[in-house]
Nanobody
Framework: QVQLVESGGGLVQPGGSLRLSCAAS????????MGWYRQAPGKQRELVAH??????TKYADSVKGRFTISRDNVKSVYLQMSSLKPEDTAVYYC?????????WGLGTQVTVSS
């Protein structure tokens, strides 16, 4: 089983910054990529950013230029969020992708409000 634990969420004012962290444990499957997703109230979960083991990244158009995803090893992933907007408010989930399986964290709340 692969378990994921997120941290770093919280309340921030518009224009502020937050850094989310996610650490994976366990070895049920080989992780090939990790990502961050978010779900706002009443909306579907959506991809925020994704990074493969080779370092290839993908971002949602809405966060390009503001968010940066990074990894320091196969089992850790970070999301640096800057210039935050109220529409970034959501529960942010970390995901670890194997060839056929994906593990999810429980999520961390990010609220952008003045």
């Amino acid at each position: 089983q692969v378990q994921l634990v997120e941290s770093g969420g919280g309340l921030v004012q518009p224009g502020g910054s937050l850094r989310l962290s996610c650490a994976a444990s366990g070895s049920a499957f080989t992780i090939y990529a990790m990502g961050w997703y978010r779900q706002a109230p009443g909306k579907q979960r959506e991809l925020v950013a994704h990074v493969t083991n080779s370092g290839s990244t993908k971002y949602a158009d809405s966060v390009k230029g503001r968010f940066t995803i990074s990894r320091d090893n196969v089992k850790s992933v970070y999301l640096q969020m800057s210039s935050l907007k109220p529409e970034d408010t959501a529960v942010y989930y970390c995901a670890a992708h194997g060839l056929v399986r994906t593990a999810w964290g429980l999520g961390t709340q990010v609220t952008v409000s003045s």
